[in-house]
Nanobody, 127 residues
Framework: QVQLVESGGGSVQAGESLRLSCAAP???????????MGWFHQAPGKEREGVAG????????FYVDSVKGRFTISQDNAKNTVYLQMNSLKPEDTGTYYC?????????????????WGQGTQVTVSS
């Protein structure tokens, strides 16, 4: 498994921004064909859902419709870190955000396709 360390969560007002980080020391996923890393959101009492994915060394990015135009996923290969920039946050974005890696192929937003998960970071957005 891949060690993933998330950070950057917090409590903000609606309309504000946060940037989440996912450090993966020693994990050079970009060298693997069709490899992806993803950010997932789990609201209280709900299932974990994919919000953003970055694949094939950063050449492809994907977003769930609810975050398009507001969230941006990116990576810093030198730091082995993937980021999720979250702008114009809404109360429905509240929840725990998880970073995922060691993708087994298939749909990037399917949590069952990842072998490694971070511990999660809490995001709370107040109206």
């Amino acid at each position: 498994q891949v060690q993933l360390v998330e950070s950057g969560g917090g409590s903000v007002q609606a309309g504000e921004s946060l940037r989440l980080s996912c450090a993966a020391p020693g994990y050079i996923y970009k060298f693997y064909a069709n490899a992806c890393m993803g950010w997932f959101h789990q609201a209280p009492g709900k299932e974990r859902e994919g919000v953003a994915g970055i694949c094939t060394g950063g050449r492809s990015t994907f977003y769930v419709d609810s975050v398009k135009g507001r969230f941006t996923i990116s990576q810093d290969n030198a730091k082995n870190t993937v980021y999720l920039q979250m702008n114009s946050l809404k109360p429905e974005d509240t929840g725990t955000y998880y970073c995922a890696a060691d993708f087994r192929g298939g749909r990037w937003y399917d949590p069952g396709k990842y072998n490694s998960w971070g511990q999660g970071t809490q995001v709370t957005v107040s109206s």
